[in-house]
């Protein structure tokens, strides 16, 4: 992500009443919701958010003056809306008559659509009198940039527009200095007995057994006042988005109880950081912190994805093609040919106060590009989508020849070009995340060890891509990689360690710390078989395998810290990247056991998979240690889910053969069935079932189409 993400913010100080694991979130497009457990957004990270600003940064619901009680609360199963159910507590005595507890039941549900959130509160009156209910809204706005709101301050703000009531809600605005008027409302399907600029107050009689519903919006200002058909609108076309991308490309599921409701999470939850954009789907990276389109991301998402559903590659490769870089800007990092790493939309990305406007400054984003784009060939043979990003993955190419090695040694590195930018570039980019083995920060530029394999699979994929479309270069790019394999096993191997070093420094020294980096080495096929048992074994060993997943981190290396962003915390991406890298070289039972633990650990969040969690080792009985300011959901996290089963099943796909090719499948323990329906080859359909006999898994399929797939099993 960026150094924002993560050391620098302190959950103290960011997150109001918990972290954000214990926050619900809501998205449409490029506008995202996060609230707490009662639907109450109370500060801190909570809010109402759209291009990158906070446009409510208050919203709470009083019944009697307090909070209602709460029963149940949660997101559905397709993160279309968010329902609270609760209990008011004792109410205040109104025209001489108090009333108890629990008599009133209490439902807030409520979605995002078109940019606006919809609500319906409803009380229900359980008691045999009639219930004077006072109901009252607080909320209130203040037009913070994300970066505002992640900690960064400003030496100047734009000016706030006098509120202007509409006799049913209210009217915000914000001049930012960068000439833009942002406005937001709220507004009520009732007009409140009392409003003001910050409370709007009601006062509802219910009878015995009496129901009412109270429809309130919250977004950009509208002159339709908000209604039980319009919530019911916005509610059915919250739930239609989410079904359209959840709908593409193949479906898995298992019977198997929890472990399919993780599989359906996770899927529902890369569909709510989907977006639909001009170019086709992005993968959003996550919420809060980074709900907008990041290069490494996507393309890591998209890859995670691709067996399943190729078109979210397809649009992730069209984005960045768009947005490739054409000129050089020390400030954003940038020169042509390059991949970029953010795309911002809020005032101070607007005035430059911060780079990430459109910034560049990711050293792996340009090879990783390439790299997809050769995946994506393999896996549907789409020559015509490849010819469409030749000339942009042939600039991305001259960008690693050009500019990706400052120094001119051979391997590919980073260096940011001003202070404002990046200090690390790689997707461990806070600003401790490279170090030396006594924890010395290195001289730069630096090139890291898996943006070298990154590079070694870029340019195979250009000879490979070159030939099926009939371009010149395929042997050069080949001699390329090769000449980058061996600077790799010959520069970054330790032999003393039997490891991969993390980087190799500007003075030409390697940074020896034992990291995850090297399993990233395993997914692209670079190290040597010997070398990958030996990194495989490491990485499986307890210095890494914490219980709960892989660490970024040895626990005897110097600045280990469970707790931290990058050096000891886990991230399941890059968990699953480095057990698929693994399962390529053949392991299977300990990638099955670290799927299994990673599953395990969802259990404690909802069967979701955090963007982090603590790297502390599991203990008999203990739940693992949430990291306080981890996004969740997180795209990345989500579809790691899929890549790690993907490893398990020994599943690759080969359009262009019409084969499905099956290398020792292997089930987690627990899991005994696993059907996968509709996977699309080329121009057919197969469904494929995996069943656990004994100790071996028996494999079925049939085609959906005319056209046949063959289905290649391997020992």
Same mark, same amino acid.
């Given at each position: 992500m960026d150094d924002l993400a993560g050391p620098a913010l302190e959950p103290d100080e960011v997150v109001a009443g918990g972290d954000l694991a214990e926050l619900l979130s809501l998205k449409d497009g490029d506008t995202f919701l996060v609230a707490d457990a009662w639907g109450d957004i109370l500060g801190g990270v909570d809010g109402l958010f759209a291009d990158d600003t906070r446009i409510l940064s208050l919203f709470r619901l009083l019944i009697g003056g307090k909070r209602p009680s709460k029963l149940s609360a949660g $997101?559905?199963?397709?993160?279309?809306?968010?329902?609270?159910? !609760?209990?008011?507590?004792?109410?205040?005595?109104?025209?001489?008559?108090?009333?108890? &507890? !629990?008599?009133?039941?209490?439902?807030?549900?409520?979605?995002?659509?078109?940019?606006?959130?919809?609500?319906?509160l409803r009380l229900t009156n359980y008691s045999l009198e009639e219930v004077m209910t006072p109901i009252a809204f607080d909320y209130d706005v203040d037009f913070r940039d994300m970066f505002e709101v992640r900690g960064l301050q400003r030496a100047r703000r734009g000016a706030p527009v006098e509120p202007r009531l509409t006799g049913r809600g209210v009217v915000f605005g914000y001049d930012g200095l960068d000439g833009v008027r942002r406005a937001g409302a709220v507004s009520f399907s009732e007009p409140?007995?009392?409003?003001?600029?910050?409370?709007?107050?009601?006062?509802?009689?219910?009878?015995?057994?009496?129901?009412?519903?109270?429809?309130?919006?919250?977004?950009?200002?509208?002159?339709?006042?908000?209604?039980?058909?319009?919530?019911?609108?916005?509610?059915?076309?919250? &739930?239609?988005a989410v079904?359209?991308?959840?709908?593409?490309?193949?479906?898995?599921?298992?019977?198997?109880?929890?472990?399919?409701?993780?599989?359906?999470?996770?899927?529902?939850?890369?569909?709510?950081?989907?977006?639909?954009?001009?170019?086709?789907?992005?993968?959003?990276? !996550?919420?809060?912190?980074?709900?907008?389109?990041? !290069?490494?991301?996507?393309?890591?998402?998209?890859?995670?994805?691709?067996?399943?559903?190729?078109?979210?590659?397809?649009?992730? #490769?069209?984005?960045?093609?768009?947005?490739?870089?054409?000129e050089v800007s020390a400030f954003r990092?940038?020169?042509?040919?390059?991949?970029?790493?953010?795309?911002?939309?809020?005032?101070?990305?607007?005035?430059?106060?911060?780079?990430?406007?459109?910034?560049?400054?990711?050293?792996?984003?340009?090879?990783?590009?390439i790299a997809l784009?050769?995946?994506?060939?393999?896996?549907?043979?789409?020559?015509?989508?490849?010819?469409?990003?030749?000339?942009?993955?042939?600039?991305?190419?001259?960008? #690693?020849?050009?500019?990706?090695?400052?120094?001119?040694?051979g391997l590919i590195d980073y260096q940011r070009g001003e202070q404002s930018g990046l200090a690390n570039q790689g997707w461990k980019d806070?600003?401790?995340?490279?170090?030396?083995?006594?924890?010395?920060?290195?001289?730069?530029?630096?090139?890291?060890?898996?943006?070298?394999?990154?590079?070694?699979?870029?340019?195979?994929? $250009?000879?490979?891509?070159?030939?099926?479309?009939?371009?010149?270069?395929?042997?050069?790019?080949?001699?390329?990689?090769?000449?980058?394999?061996?600077?790799?096993?010959?520069?970054?191997?330790?032999?003393?360690?039997?490891?991969?070093?993390l980087a190799i420094d500007g003075e030409g020294a390697p940074c020896g710390p034992k990291t995850s980096n090297p399993g990233h080495l395993l997914f692209v096929g670079l190290p040597s078989p010997e070398r990958a048992a030996k990194v495989t074994r490491r990485l499986l060993s307890a210095q890494f395998d914490s219980g709960w997943g892989l660490r970024t981190l040895a626990t005897d290396a110097k600045r280990y810290n469970p707790m931290s962003?990058?050096?000891?915390?886990?991230?399941?991406?890059?968990?699953?990247?480095?057990?698929?890298?693994?399962? &390529?070289?053949?392991?299977?039972?300990?990638?099955?056991?670290?799927?299994?633990?990673?599953?395990?650990?969802?259990?404690r969040f909802e069967m979701r998979m955090p963007e982090l969690l603590c790297g502390f080792t599991r203990e008999t009985g203990e739940p693992p240690i949430a990291y306080p300011v981890a996004c969740m959901p997180q795209a990345w996290a989500a579809g790691s889910t899929f890549m790690m089963l993907q490893?398990? #099943?020994?599943?690759?796909?080969?359009?262009?053969?019409?084969?499905?090719?099956?290398?020792?499948?292997?089930?987690?323990?627990?899991?005994?069935? #696993?059907?996968?329906?509709?996977l699309i080859v080329a121009d057919a359909r197969v469904d494929i079932l995996f069943q656990r006999l004994g100790e071996t898994i028996a494999v079925t399929h049939g085609p959906r189409s005319d056209r046949s797939v063959a289905l290649v099993l391997e020992a």
């Open positions: $997101l559905s199963r397709d993160n279309a809306a968010f329902t609270f159910h !609760g209990a008011n507590r004792a109410l205040p005595p109104v025209g001489g008559r108090a009333a108890p &507890r !629990g008599i009133l039941h209490v439902e807030r549900k409520r979605c995002l659509h078109a940019g606006r959130l919809f609500e319906r409140p007995w009392r409003l003001t600029s910050r409370r709007a107050d009601f006062m509802f009689a219910l009878a015995p057994g009496q129901r009412m519903d109270l429809y309130l919006e919250a977004g950009p200002a509208d002159t339709e006042p908000p209604s039980r058909d319009r919530f019911r609108e916005a509610l059915s076309g919250a &739930r239609h079904r359209t991308i959840k709908g593409r490309g193949a479906t898995l599921s298992a019977p198997d109880g929890a472990f399919g409701a993780w599989l359906e999470q996770s899927r529902a939850d890369v569909a709510l950081l989907t977006t639909e954009l001009t170019t086709g789907a992005y993968p959003y990276a !996550g919420i809060p912190w980074f709900s907008t389109t990041f !290069g490494r991301d996507g393309i890591i998402t998209a890859w995670q994805m691709l067996w399943l559903d190729p078109s979210l590659a397809a649009g992730v #490769l069209r984005f960045l093609a768009e947005r490739q870089a054409t990092d940038a020169a042509p040919g390059k991949i970029m790493h953010e795309a911002r939309r809020g005032e101070m990305a607007a005035l430059s106060e911060i780079p990430f406007g459109l910034y560049y400054g990711g050293v792996d984003t340009t090879p990783l590009f784009a050769g995946a994506y060939l393999t896996r549907t043979d789409d020559v015509a989508l490849i010819g469409e990003l030749w000339p942009a993955l042939t600039a991305a190419a001259a960008w #690693l020849d050009n500019h990706g090695d400052a120094n001119g040694d806070s600003v401790d995340s490279v170090f030396h083995d006594d924890g010395r920060f290195p001289a730069g530029p630096i090139a890291l060890v898996e943006v070298q394999g990154y590079a070694f699979a870029a340019w195979r994929a $250009l000879a490979a891509m070159a030939r099926r479309l009939g371009q010149g270069g395929a042997e050069v790019w080949e001699q390329r990689a090769e000449a980058m394999r061996a600077a790799v096993e010959e520069r970054f191997w330790l032999e003393a360690q039997e490891f991969y070093a962003y990058h050096n000891g915390s886990i991230w399941p991406h890059d968990t699953a990247i480095a057990v698929s890298g693994m399962a &390529r070289y053949g392991e299977r039972v300990g990638v099955a056991k670290v799927l299994l633990d990673l599953f395990e650990a969802s259990k490893a398990c #099943l020994g599943l690759a796909i080969d359009a262009a053969r019409m084969e499905v090719r099956l290398t020792r499948p292997i089930l987690p323990a627990g899991v005994n069935h #696993l059907s996968l329906e509709g």
